[in-house]
């Protein structure tokens, strides 16, 4: 991970978005020398966002209790159809 000072990172956020974005680097912004925040790929979010929903559903399963359902034609819409 890439850490950068605040004071320099405004000059600079254009080309670190777009490093950011083309890739999977994480920058992190500092402020007096500790983290003040990340940036981070929306891809990168998505994919913690993904194993979070599986692990949950993992947990619950295993735990007895499925939760709720979607209905196949709903994950459909959602997914488009499962490919074969």
């Known amino acids: 991970m890439t ?10 956020l254009g080309d670190l978005v777009r ?10 912004l500092t402020d007096h020398g500790q983290v003040a925040a990340l940036l ?3 891809r ?3 994919e913690l ?7 949950g559903h993992r947990l619950r399963t295993t735990a007895g209790a499925p939760g709720p359902c ?4 709903e994950a459909d819409r959602r997914l488009g159809p499962a490919q074969k």
Do not use: K
Request: charge should be negative; hydrophobic fraction near 50%; glycine fraction near 2%.
């Open 3 to 12: 850490a950068i000072a605040l004071s320099e990172a405004a000059s600079r």
């Open 40 to 42: 981070v790929s929306p």
């Open 44 to 46: 990168v979010i998505e």
């Open 49 to 55: 966002e993904d194993a979070l929903a599986v692990a």
């Open 70 to 73: 979607t209905p196949t034609a």
């Open 19 to 28: 490093r950011v974005a083309d890739g999977r680097e994480t920058i992190a």
